[in-house]
C-alpha cells in the first residue's frame, strides 16, 4: 500500500491519479489533497478519499467547504494559502507527493515536500525548470526520488531502466504540434483562445494548452529532460509525432533506439511514477499498432514556433534564465487566456524579457535568487504588455 498525497486534485492529473487510485483501492491511499478553488469537486473527493488533511488556496471559501463537508463522520484538518500548501506537501506518512499544481506556486510545496522525506511525481513541470538548480541538490541531500509523471519524461525514464549509467547519448522528445499544427504559418497571428484550447490529442488543463499551441511545451520539456536525465542540450531533440502513440525515444551509446510505446492516456505515466519500480497489471486498452496505423515525424518548424528555441537559449544560458522564461511565459499565457494580447504576442513578450535580464549568479542561483528572477520575469511582462499597449 502505497501513501500519496496530491497538490491540484482537482485538475487534469489531479483527477487521474485519483482515478487510479479508486481503480487499484489495495495499492494506494490517500493522505492528502489540495486544490485552488473549485470547492464543490474537492469536497466530493474528501467523501470518497477521506483525506487526513486538505488545503485551500482561497481562504474566503473555508465555509463553503466546512458546510459541504459537515454530515461526515470526519473532519480532516482543514489549511488555506501558499502556507497550506506548504503544510499538505509535507504532512504526515505519505510516501510521494503528486505535483499536479500549476506554475511556478509549486515551487515551495515540492521543496517543503522533499524535504520532509518524500518522493516527488512530477507533473508539475515548471517548478523543476524553474526551481533545477536548487531542487536536483536538495533530492540528493534528502535521498528522495524524483519520478517523472509527465508523458514524455516517463518514456524516456522507463526506457532508460537497464541503461547502465552513461549509456545515454541523446533523448529524442516527441511532439503533437499542438492545435496549430496544420494551420499555415500566416493565419497564426488571428487565432483566438479558444481555438488554441483545442488539442488534437491530449485533454489537459488551459496552460499547458495554450503551451502546446505555442510548442512553448515543448521547450519547457527540453529544460525538464535536461534536469531529469542529465544530457547537454545539443543532444535533446525535438520530433513532430502526430499521432502520439511513441511517447519518446532515447538513443544509447551503441546507436541502439528504444522507445515507449502507448495510446495517449497520462494514467500510464502517472500509475508508473506511483508503482516504479513495480508494474501494476491494469485492464486498460492495449495499445493495437493496426489500429494505431501510421506512425509518422516531420521536422519542428522554429519559424512557426520560435518559441522552442527560446527555451533552449535559456536552457543553455542556465542560472536563475530558465525561471525567467518559465515565469514570463505564465504571465504571457495568462495574459493571453484573458484576451488581453495575441497569440503572437506569447513568444514576443518571453524573448524581450530573457534579452533584457541579467544575473548576478549566473551558475549556482539561490532560492531567493530563482524567487527574485521569477518576479522580474512576470513583472516585466506585465509592463511591457501596457507599455507597449499591444492589450486589445
Ligand atoms: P489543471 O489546470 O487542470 O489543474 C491544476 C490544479 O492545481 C487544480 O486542482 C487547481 O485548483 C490547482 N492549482 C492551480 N494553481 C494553483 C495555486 N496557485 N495554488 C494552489 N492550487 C493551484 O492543470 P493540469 O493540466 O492538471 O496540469 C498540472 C501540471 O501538470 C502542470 O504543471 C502541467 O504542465 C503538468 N502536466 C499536465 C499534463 C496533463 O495531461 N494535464 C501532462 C503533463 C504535464
Ligand atoms: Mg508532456
Not at 69 to 87: K, N
Not at 371 to 378: F, I, P, T
Request: with cysteine.
Amino acid at each position: 500500500m502505497k501513501r500519496i498525497t496530491i497538490l491540484g486534485s482537482t485538475g487534469s492529473i489531479g483527477t487521474q491519479t485519483l482515478d487510479i487510485v479508486s481503480q487499484y483501492p489495495e495499492q494506494f491511499q490517500i493522505v492528502g489533497l489540495s486544490c485552488g478553488s473549485n470547492v464543490e469537486l474537492l469536497a466530493k473527493q474528501i467523501r470518497e478519499f477521506r483525506p487526513q488533511i486538505v488545503a485551500l488556496k482561497q481562504e474566503e471559501q473555508l465555509t463553503a467547504l466546512t458546510e459541504a463537508i459537515s454530515d461526515l463522520d470526519y473532519t480532516p484538518i482543514l489549511v488555506t494559502g501558499a502556507q497550506g500548501l506548504i503544510e499538505v506537501a509535507r504532512y504526515g506518512d505519505a510516501q510521494t507527493v503528486v505535483t499536479g499544481i500549476v506554475g511556478c506556486a509549486g515551487l515551495l510545496p515540492t521543496i517543503a515536500a522533499i524535504e520532509a522525506g518524500k518522493d516527488i511525481a512530477l507533473a508539475n513541470k515548471e517548478t523543476l525548470i524553474a526551481g533545477g538548480p536548487v531542487v536536483l541538490p536538495l533530492v540528493k541531500k534528502y535521498g528522495v526520488n524524483l519520478l517523472p509523471a509527465d508523458s514524455e519524461h516517463s518514456a524516456i525514464f522507463q526506457c532508460l531502466q537497464g541503461v547502465p549509467p552513461g549509456g545515454l547519448r541523446r533523448i529524442i522528445l516527441t511532439a503533437s504540434g499542438g492545435a496549430f499544427r496544420d494551420l499555415p504559418v500566416e493565419k497564426l497571428s488571428l487565432v483566438t483562445v479558444s481555438d488554441a484550447l483545442k488539442h488534437p490529442n491530449w485533454s489537459m488543463g488551459r496552460k499547458i494548452t495554450i503551451d502546446s499551441a505555442t510548442l512553448m511545451n515543448k521547450g519547457l520539456e527540453v529544460i525538464e529532460a535536461h534536469y531529469l536525465f542529465g544530457l547537454d542540450y545539443p543532444h535533446i531533440d525535438i520530433v513532430i509525432h502526430p499521432q502520439s502513440i511513441i511517447h519518446s525515444l532515447i538513443e544509447v551509446q551503441d546507436t541502439s533506439v528504444l522507445a515507449q510505446l502507448g495510446w495517449p492516456d497520462m494514467r500510464l505515466p502517472l500509475l508508473y511514477a506511483l508503482s516504479w519500480p513495480a508494474r501494476i497489471q491494469t485492464d486498460w486498452p492495449t495499445l493495437d499498432l493496426v489500429k494505431a496505423g501510421n506512425l509518422t515525424f516531420r521536422e519542428p518548424d522554429h519559424q512557426k514556433y520560435p518559441c522552442m528555441q527560446l527555451a533552449y537559449a535559456a536552457g543553455k544560458a542556465g542560472g536563475a534564465m530558465p525561471a525567467v522564461l518559465n515565469a514570463a511565459n505564465e504571465q504571457a499565457v495568462a495574459l493571453f487566456l484573458e484576451e488581453k494580447i495575441s497569440f503572437l504576442d506569447i513568444p514576443r513578450l518571453i524573448e524581450d524579457c530573457c534579452a533584457h535580464f541579467t544575473s548576478q549568479n549566473t551558475t549556482s542561483p539561490s532560492l531567493e535568487d530563482i524567487l527574485a528572477a521569477d518576479q522580474y520575469a512576470r513583472r516585466e511582462v506585465l509592463t511591457k504588455s501596457l507599455k507597449s499597449k499591444i492589450w486589445v
